[in-house]
């Protein structure tokens, strides 16, 4: 399915401005819907003036979750003309609401017909400057299930008609505050509070009534004014200001961002909404959403998150400290395989540390590998037991990890550099020369690249390339076969050891990165 900026660029003339309104519509539209108790569609004029009579395309569309939707079908990407869409014409034309004409049939469903106009009011505009009308919302409601309704129902309504002028006006919905996401916005569900032009609450629903008993007021809202009581109920007092002039100045007009507040023990978030049709100030809509739970949930994972990264400081601690004594301990040996022998635990030892010092300074379990790679790759050209200068660089980018594949990953390739950097080159009294007037000089090559779920590593170097007759999957060095054994099982994955085409070797590395 196309996406509605799609749909509109393929279809309408309308710009960019104009798109990323209704956008920004699409986005807060959910709240006018729930008060509607009706579906909306948001449709725009095909483009061609020889179209007569106009055709319109849905390009997007929302249910709503306070009653039965009018269409079981999804409407977006059609396209209707002639006396389907006539009342979406008279509302583009007239660039006036429409609410007249009698019941209509979607098979079973019986549903009415609305159109509202959708301005785009440009920054500068002035009270009566508004841009022209850019397309219209079809407010359709189920009339199967029509009764007599509530107290909630009718100042529901009343707010959504309210809205639907803003909309028509060019008010509505507000400019999109830095940082926030729809997503999280209290919904109409979650707890509605309307304030007259004074600031005093007209109606508060049960679910907003009951948000404001968790947070210590136990009597009505009704008649009392909001902003004054939310700055007495908040725990902190410069919390409790900064929610009461959010309200005061949705009350002016203006769109203040949600905020959070807390008391006896509650968080509550809230949302200002100004009321304006036709330009007028009428009052404020304040939504209301109890996060209590959310956030002491929030709260145990910050505490969790903590606890882990201090578990992975003192492991790296830990290894560090075996380095060191493994370190000490060679020193005492005389035998000279003993310790070299010592001398790559410690090595192997002091990689898996540098996965848990980074876990340690992450907020998740997961590392940015490229930076461990390059610490890796350095400290094997420093301490590989070879006189030969060998210059070791990476291409590509390994990207986040998580821990269970970094940890085995770091030594695969902390066996593999030291390899390249020990066996891949001949020594200084072999009589093969490293480098000359045209030999390159020797040089690692660490290559990664994702690819279909897929991390490839290539360990490649310029050396000598693998000795006549070896064979990766017979015995070999320890160090192999730790490699070996770490790609095939831990990783899950496959590697392989071969010549390469232009001189030296290379190790092919290729790990799943998938669900484990």
């Known amino acids: 399915?196309?996406?509605?900026?799609?749909?509109?660029?393929?279809?309408?003339?309308?710009?960019?401005?104009d798109i990323d309104h209704l956008h920004r519509l699409a986005g807060d539209w959910q709240l006018l819907s729930d008060l509607s108790f009706a579906d909306l569609l948001l449709w725009?004029?095909?483009?061609?003036?020889?179209?007569?009579?106009?055709?319109?395309?849905?390009?997007?569309?929302?249910?709503?979750?306070?009653?039965?939707t009018a269409y079981q079908d999804d409407q977006v990407g059609k396209i209707f003309g002639g006396p389907e869409v006539a009342h979406l014409d008279v509302a583009f034309t007239q660039e006036r609401i429409w609410r007249e004409g009698d019941p209509v049939w979607y098979g079973d469903t019986p549903a009415r017909?609305?159109?509202?106009?959708?301005?785009?009011?440009?920054?500068?505009?002035?009270?009566e400057g508004y841009s022209e009308v850019i397309a219209v919302i079809g407010r359709d409601t189920n009339l199967s299930t029509a009764r007599t309704p509530s107290q909630l129902e009718l100042n529901y309504l009343t707010t959504a008609d309210d809205l639907a002028q803003m909309v028509a006006d060019g008010t509505f919905p507000p400019a999109r505050q830095p940082g926030e996401m729809t997503t999280s916005a209290p919904r109409v569900g979650d707890g509605l509070i309307r304030l007259d032009a004074s600031g005093k609450v007209t109606y508060a629903s049960p679910n907003a009534q009951s948000a404001y008993r968790r947070l210590g007021f136990n009597a009505h809202l009704v008649g009392e004014e909001l902003a004054g009581l939310s700055s007495r109920l908040a725990a902190d007092p410069l919390e409790g200001n900064d929610a009461a002039e959010r309200i005061r100045s949705a009350l002016r007009g203006e769109s203040p961002?949600?905020?959070?507040?807390?008391?006896?023990?509650?968080?509550?978030?809230?949302?200002?909404?100004?009321?304006?049709?036709?330009?007028?100030?009428?009052?404020?809509?304040?939504?209301?959403?109890?996060?209590?739970?959310?956030r002491r949930r929030d709260r145990?994972?910050?505490?969790?998150?903590?606890?882990?990264?201090?578990i992975h400081h003192r492991v790296k601690n830990n290894l560090q400290t075996v380095a060191a004594l493994l370190r000490l301990q060679a020193r005492r040996v005389d035998a000279p395989e003993a310790r070299m022998a010592l001398e790559e635990s410690v090595r192997r030892v002091a990689?898996?540390?540098?996965?848990?010092?980074?876990?340690?300074m992450s907020s998740d379990e997961a590392v940015e590998f490229d930076g461990i790679v390059d610490r890796v790759a350095t400290a094997a050209t420093e301490v590989a037991s070879t006189s030969i200068?060998?210059?070791?660089?990476?291409?590509?980018?390994?990207?986040?990890?998580?821990?269970?594949?970094?940890?085995?990953?770091?030594?695969?390739?902390?066996?593999?550099?030291?390899?390249?950097?020990?066996?891949?080159f001949p020594a200084p009294d072999d009589e093969v020369p490293v480098a000359g007037a045209d030999?390159?000089?020797?040089?690692?090559?660490?290559?990664?690249?994702?690819?279909?779920?897929?991390?490839?590593?290539?360990?490649?170097?310029?050396?000598?390339?693998?000795?006549?007759?070896?064979?990766?999957?017979?015995?070999?060095?320890?160090?192999?076969?730790?490699?070996?054994?770490?790609?095939?099982?831990?990783?899950?994955?496959?590697?392989?050891?071969?010549?390469r085409a232009g001189g030296g070797t290379e190790a092919v590395l290729v790990v799943p990165l998938g669900k484990r």
Do not use: W, Y
Request: aromatic fraction near 2%.
């Open 44 to 68: 725009v004029p095909i483009k061609g003036e020889a179209r007569k009579p106009r055709e319109f395309l849905c390009v997007a569309q929302v249910r709503p979750t306070t009653a039965p």
């Open 351 to 360: 990689s898996i540390a540098l996965v848990h010092e980074t876990l340690s």
């Open 300 to 310: 145990a994972l910050m505490t969790k998150d903590a606890t882990i990264r201090e």
């Open 439 to 499: 030999l390159p000089a020797p040089e690692v090559v660490v290559a990664a690249h994702r690819f279909r779920k897929q991390l490839h590593v290539t360990v490649a170097d310029n050396g000598k390339g693998l000795p006549e007759g070896f064979r990766f999957d017979a015995g070999g060095r320890l160090g192999l076969q730790i490699v070996r054994a770490l790609a095939t099982g831990e990783l899950r994955g496959s590697i392989e050891l071969r010549n």
């Open 257 to 294: 961002p949600r905020m959070e507040f807390e008391a006896r023990g509650a968080t509550v978030l809230t949302r200002s909404l100004p009321l304006l049709p036709a330009g007028v100030p009428i009052g404020a809509l304040v939504l209301v959403r109890d996060v209590t739970e959310v």
């Open 113 to 127: 017909h609305e159109a509202i106009p959708v301005r785009r009011r440009e920054p500068n505009d002035h009270e």
């Open 1 to 17: 399915m196309s996406t509605l900026r799609d749909l509109v660029e393929e279809h309408t003339s309308l710009g960019s401005a």
């Open 389 to 424: 200068p060998v210059r070791m660089h990476r291409e590509g980018t390994f990207g986040v990890l998580p821990a269970e594949i970094a940890t085995s990953l770091v030594m695969v390739l902390n066996e593999l550099l030291i390899n390249a950097v020990e066996h891949g």
